[in-house]
T-cell receptor, first 117, second 110 residues
Framework: DVKVTQSSRYLVKRTGEKVFLECVQD?????MFWYRQDPGLGLRLIYF???????EKGDIPEGYSVSREKKERFSLILESASTNQTSMYLC????????????????FGAGSRLTVL | EDKVVQSPLSLVVHEGDTVTLNCSYE??????LLWYKQEKKAPTFLFML????IEKKSGRLSSILDKKELFSILNITATQTGDSAIYLC??????????FGGGTRLMVKP
């Protein structure tokens, strides 16, 4: 019954390493999102995508990039990881449409906890 | 800039207590407000509110929206230890994006 799958639950990386976080959804959703979650700061949007090959910056895109080559897959890339990117990363997806139809209700993945040493 | 503020930041209660969680917002082009419950992993959807004054209810949980005063509350009656979680409030600004509040961490003691 898993609908949004994140490839890694826990990762430990060193400063300067390149990090890939993968997310796959099986609900045919148009929209996909990457958030990071830090205590006291809630969920902050890093990047989102409305469609294949389209991406938009969220509130905190610095130090991150994304890739959406297929509708079901949205990858978050940290080109050179830094210690301040230690966080929980949550991927989510939603459909487009009117709220009462259930559109724009995010379905989240289980999260990827990244530690950068 | 859109803003969602939740209070309290954290709450510790005993089983059987009733709790009220608050969410206030300032967003342009408000479309809906959503509540999520996050236990150890993925946040799960609780309610979506679009109209003022209409209570949404699911078991011991209920929520209501006030679009004039720009806030929502989430009530949990007869709390149980399984209600321990972070409760997230988010607002849809009609741009296919959600703005989240900082969350309220609820702990229910036996």
């Amino acid at each position: 019954d898993v609908k949004v799958t994140q490839s890694s639950r826990y990762l430990v990386k060193r400063t300067g390493e390149k990090v890939f976080l993968e997310c796959v959804q099986d609900m045919d959703h148009e929209n996909m999102f990457w958030y990071r979650q830090d205590p006291g700061l809630g969920l902050r949007l890093i990047y989102f995508s409305y469609d294949v090959k389209m991406k938009e910056k969220g509130d905190i895109p610095e130090g991150y990039s994304v890739s959406r080559e297929k509708k079901e897959r949205f990858s978050l890339i940290l080109e050179s990881a830094s210690t301040n990117q230690t966080s929980m990363y949550l991927c989510a997806s939603s459909s487009t449409g009117r709220p009462l139809s259930g559109a724009n209700v995010l379905t989240f993945g289980a999260g990827s906890r990244l530690t950068v040493l | 800039e859109d803003k969602v503020v939740q209070s309290p930041l954290s709450l510790v209660v005993h089983e059987g207590d009733t709790v009220t969680l608050n969410c206030s917002y300032e967003v342009t082009n408000f479309r809906s407000l959503l509540w999520y419950k996050q236990e150890k992993k993925a946040p799960t959807f609780l309610f979506m509110l679009t109209s003022s004054g209409i209570e949404k209810k699911s078991g011991r949980l209920s929520s209501i929206l006030d679009k004039k005063e720009l806030f929502s509350i989430l009530n949990i009656t007869a709390t149980q230890t399984g209600d321990s979680a972070i409760y997230l409030c988010a607002v849809d600004n009609a741009g296919n994006m959600l703005t989240f509040g900082g969350g309220t961490r609820l702990m229910v003691k036996p």
